[in-house]
């Protein structure tokens, strides 16, 4: 489990900000994870906003809400750049879904933490074709802290970190959940796609 390192302590000449990303395959708790380290943000009494992409829809208009029905209040956003200017003055900046942002997701990252701010984004690191999704590699790369969560193959039980879409569609986005993919193990993976 992901312990916080001492960040962000009030009445300190100099905040120190940082990059933290989540990430793995579908159904592995990385908003959970998220989550679980926003809400402990709020404990420790720190400003903390919230953003998703406007395009995911799939569980609640505007809330992050994980596949175990956890939630956090949050702002759906159309472009990476209107998270810079509707962060404010806030300590902890969290991102869901970040793998449906475009490269300009990074940029925005790093500006944040100049500022100060603890960011924390989650997001797919593969596609389901198990290439690298959008900007996941470059977050990863300028990240602090990089926390790869598993989940169990549907197959045969092991830990996943491959997302398998179940249809023959070839589109690269595709909303969906438990209908649409299952977490796979490597060898799962790439046995059902030949």
């Known amino acids: 489990m992901f312990i916080e390192p001492s960040v962000n302590r009030k009445n300190t000449p100099f905040q120190k900000g940082q990059i933290e990303v989540i990430c793995g395959s579908m159904f592995s708790g990385k908003t959970e994870e998220l989550i679980r380290r926003l809400n402990r943000a709020k404990i420790a009494r720190q400003k903390v906003?919230?953003?998703?992409?406007?395009?995911?829809?799939?569980?609640?208009?505007?809330?992050?809400?994980s596949h175990n029905d956890t939630s956090i209040r949050s702002t759906p956003v159309?472009?990476?750049?209107?998270?810079?200017?509707?962060?404010?003055?806030?300590?902890?900046?969290?991102?869901?879904?970040?793998?449906?942002?475009?490269?300009?997701?990074?940029?925005?990252?790093?500006?944040?933490?100049?500022?100060?701010?603890?960011?924390?984004?989650?997001?797919?690191?593969?596609?389901?074709?198990?290439?690298?999704?959008?900007?996941?590699?470059?977050?990863?790369?300028?990240?602090?802290y990089v926390t790869k969560v598993h989940a169990?193959?549907?197959?045969?039980?092991?830990?996943?970190?491959?997302?398998?879409?179940?249809?023959d569609s070839k589109q690269k986005v595709m909303l969906g959940e438990k209908d649409s993919y299952e977490a796979r193990c490597r060898k799962c993976f790439y046995e059902d796609k030949r």
């Open 49 to 65: 906003e919230i953003f998703k992409p406007s395009v995911d829809k799939r569980y609640h208009e505007e809330d992050v809400v």
């Open 78 to 144: 159309n472009f990476a750049e209107d998270i810079l200017l509707l962060s404010g003055n806030c300590d902890v900046v969290g991102i869901d879904e970040v793998q449906f942002f475009d490269e300009q997701i990074v940029s925005v990252a790093q500006k944040l933490a100049n500022q100060g701010k603890r960011v924390i984004l989650a997001g797919l690191d593969m596609d389901f074709e198990g290439k690298p999704f959008g900007p996941m590699p470059k977050l990863m790369a300028v990240a602090e």
């Open 152 to 167: 169990i193959c549907m197959k045969c039980g092991d830990l996943a970190a491959f997302s398998f879409r179940l249809s």
